[in-house]
């Protein structure tokens, strides 16, 4: 069982800049593909950027490629979602979420999740 904690959301002006942290509690954090997703109402939870156990391997959507950054810290069991030249449309819930072996942009394949935090981007 892994346990996320999601923490670092708030509200932000258009244009500024955001780092969400994620927890992990387990021993064998580094064997686990970590990921961002995000939600909003009346929406599919969408799948933002990805970090397999190695770090040098990132997988990010088109819609903030460019802007957002992931990273991991193996030895203190976190991963780190950096967000630049935020949009309104970024506004959402960001969810941390877990999968053992290689990562997916797809939702139903990761394993554990966060409760996640809120990010509101405003004009």
């Known amino acids: 069982q892994v346990q996320l904690v999601e923490s670092g959301g708030g509200l932000v002006q258009a244009g500024d800049s955001l780092r969400l942290s994620c927890a992990a509690s387990?021993?064998?954090?580094?064997?686990?593909?970590m990921a961002w997703f995000r939600q909003t109402p009346g929406k599919e939870r969408e799948f933002v950027a990805a970090i397999s156990w190695s770090p040098q391997n990132t997988f990010y959507a088109d819609s903030v490629k460019g802007r957002f950054t992931v990273s991991r810290d193996n030895a203190k069991n976190t991963v780190s979602l950096q967000m630049k030249s935020l949009k309104p449309e970024d506004t959402a819930v960001y969810y941390c979420?877990?999968?053992?072996?290689?990562?997916?942009?797809?939702?139903?394949?990761?394993?554990?999740w966060g409760q996640g935090t809120q990010v509101t981007v405003s004009s």
């Open positions: 387990t021993r064998t954090f580094s064997s686990y593909a």
């Open positions: 979420a877990a999968k053992t072996s290689w990562y997916s942009v797809y939702r139903d394949d990761y394993d554990y």
